[in-house]
């Protein structure tokens, strides 16, 4: 059986600006000499993971913070009281490496923490507690006993997916089993600048003249690439020994994840909702991203837009890389267009025959 799936999906974006860096221009990346939009894979990352999608369908993200004195008053509510306040506040220092929590006590950075894994932690605190222990050979227990809260905290599906460090001994630290590429286009772009105003609707009744706002917004479209690579076995270890049918029904819906979920900034402004176009998924012995069929930028076909010769460039990409290396693979694609993928591909005729065929462990 193939330990590694790889997600390739093209997705193609009307004018918009999906990721800005500190200048508010769009992200960008020089590939294959040229200019391309970006989309960080740590943006694309916490749009899925705060998508209604995700907790439909893979329930409660964790809380990302350093703040620890707020972490301690969200779940302490969370937890509806099964734990006074003050052994919460006292499992989250301990975990983060404290002795206590003061009212503004901060970790030195920003961490997934999980509801189940602070409870269980408040648990073995009283009952160490409750056998007379001493803190430091209490913590001492705590330490050995780390398959447990390995355990609590995959109940958070985020942290077995993008992984946890940590330099607190009672804190797990967890390897990661789905690595996620930054998203570029297929082709290079040239972006558009929007000069916008806002007109002050007191000021122009009184006729007067002239904007109360002005400002400017480079935005651009194309065609993207989405690449993903997610390691079964490490899944699976990273929930506590779960079955293989368990981490194929997660990655049915990290394809649909990866297939519908877009960046929420400017939404407001340019309503990007776009679905993607091709999903290419593959079971295989090693992670293989397909962007070196992009290094050459694509070209628009005759003004034909950028979506179809991108396709044509991922699959005979693909047939290249599996010829060459002799891969032992599975794949499978859903094209929306009803392109037929090249021979060896198994075609799907819509994205849920894609992800039930993911669930079947790639066989038909």
């Not at 002005?214 to 065609?223: A, H, K, P, R, V």
């Not at 032992?328 to 994205?351: K, N």
Request: hydrophobic share 45%; with cysteine.
């Amino acid at each position: 059986m193939h330990n590694f799936i790889n997600f390739h999906v093209l997705i193609t974006h009307s004018p918009s600006c999906l990721n800005r860096d500190d200048m508010n221009m769009q992200k960008s990346a020089t590939f294959g000499g040229a200019r391309r939009v970006r989309i960080s894979s740590q943006s694309l990352k916490r749009a899925i993971r705060c998508s209604d999608e995700y907790r439909r369908r893979l329930g409660e993200r964790s809380v990302r913070t350093r703040d620890l004195a707020r972490l301690a008053e969200r779940f302490a509510a969370a937890l509806d009281g099964r734990y006074p306040a003050g052994r919460v506040q006292q499992a989250i220092a301990w975990m983060a490496g404290k002795d206590g929590l003061a009212e503004d006590a901060e970790a030195s950075a920003v961490a997934p923490w999980a509801v189940a894994e602070v409870a269980r932690m408040c648990e073995a605190i009283a009952a160490g507690e409750a056998e007379g222990l001493e803190v430091k050979k209490l913590q001492k227990q705590i330490e050995k006993d780390a398959a447990a809260f390995r355990d609590a905290a995959a109940q958070t599906l985020d942290i077995a997916l993008s992984g946890r460090m940590s330099t607190s001994d009672l804190l797990t630290s967890v390897d990661g089993a789905l690595a996620v590429a930054h998203v570029i286009t297929t082709h290079a772009v040239d972006s558009d600048i929007d000069w916008f105003t806002a007109v002050d609707d007191l000021v122009s009744e009184a006729g007067e003249t002239g904007a109360g706002h002005l400002n400017t917004q480079e935005f651009s479209s194309g065609t993207f690439y989405r690449y993903a690579s997610l390691n079964l076995a490490q899944l699976q270890e990273n929930l506590g020994g779960a079955t293989r049918g368990r981490a194929l029904e997660i990655a049915g819906h990290l394809a649909y994840l990866f297939a519908t979920v877009v960046p929420q900034a400017k939404q407001q402004t340019f309503a990007a909702h776009n679905l993607a176009d091709a999903v290419l998924v593959s079971f295989a012995d090693l992670p293989v991203s397909l962007a070196n069929a992009f290094e050459a930028p694509v070209s628009a076909e005759r003004s034909g837009g950028f979506r179809q010769p991108s396709q044509g460039r991922l699959f005979d990409y693909w047939r290249q890389v599996h010829r060459g290396y002799g891969l032992a693979e599975s794949p499978a694609a859903f094209v929306l267009d009803g392109t037929q993928p090249p021979e060896g591909i198994a075609a799907q005729p819509d994205l849920a025959a894609l992800i039930a065929w993911i669930g079947r462990d790639g066989r038909d």
